[in-house]
């Protein structure tokens, strides 16, 4: 069964910090590409970032409006994503979800094709 | 970064009737692989969202046949065709040609 499970998060005050952890089943997880993405409480979806394969070197991309506070890494095995969010503000408020891209054999089709339960972060001013 | 906007923001249609959602990107989701990067994502109350449609028209693996992705460029359609009670939810259009990926704001389908 291919599935991504999700810790961590929780409430933290204002200017904190908080890591969620991503792990995987089912598959070669550090063979995948993982991203983060975050929905505010009754709003749409948002992109967070992206943690490549170790082919390439786990390399990340992340959204302007965290590349200075947050920071994508995997854990020491390679089998677990980690999304370390410091300085955070109200609006960081969300559930956040883990997420694979979906390839085609090789080939990347631009999309994400299974999703983390979600973990809630509530940050209190 | 690309905009994507979806219309309508919400539609009540009744059982058996088709459903259609719109989806415009701000510029060409044209990749320069040629491939064209636009997804549908289903999310029921209470849960993850679920891959549709990805690529423009190929549904993912499961999805009933009575969705269907269309489209080219800039502008984009999701039609569920027969419409029942189990596809009450929010429906989003992504992007996956560019960082930052984008997503439409999101159309609550509703019976």
């Known amino acids: 069964d291919v599935r991504l499970v999700q810790s961590g998060g929780g409430l933290v005050q204002a200017g904190g910090s908080v890591t969620l952890t991503c792990e995987g089943s089912?598959?070669?997880?550090?063979?995948?590409?993982i991203d983060w993405v975050r929905q505010a409480p009754g709003k749409g979806l948002e992109w967070v970032g992206q943690?490549?394969?170790?082919?390439?070197?786990?390399?990340?991309e992340a959204a302007a409006s965290v590349r200075d506070r947050f920071i994508i890494s995997r854990g020491d095995l390679g089998n677990s994503v980690l999304l370390q969010m410091k300085s955070l503000k109200i609006e960081d408020t969300a559930v956040y979800y883990c997420?694979?891209?979906?390839?085609?054999?090789?080939?990347?089709?631009?999309?994400?094709?299974?999703w983390g339960q979600g973990t809630v972060v509530t940050v209190s001013s | 970064e690309i905009m994507m906007t979806q219309t309508p923001l919400s539609s009540r249609v009744t059982v058996g009737q088709t459903a259609s959602i719109s989806c415009r990107s701000s510029?060409?989701?044209?990749?320069?692989?040629?491939?064209?990067?636009l997804s549908w994502f289903q999310q029921r109350p209470g849960q993850p969202p679920r891959l549709l449609i990805y690529e423009v028209s190929n549904r993912f693996s499961g999805v009933p046949d009575r969705f269907s992705g269309s489209g080219a460029g800039t502008d984009f359609t999701l039609k569920i065709n027969g419409v029942e009670a189990d596809d009450v939810g929010v429906y989003y259009c992504m992007q996956g040609t560019q960082f930052p990926r984008t997503f439409g704001q999101g159309t609550k389908v509703e019976i």
């Open positions: 997420v694979r891209n979906y390839f085609e054999g090789a080939s990347y089709v631009g999309t994400f094709d299974i």
């Open positions: 510029q060409s989701l044209v990749h320069s692989n040629g491939n064209t990067y």
């Open positions: 089912g598959f070669r997880f550090n063979e995948n590409y």
């Open positions: 943690s490549r394969s170790k082919p390439h070197d786990y390399s990340t």
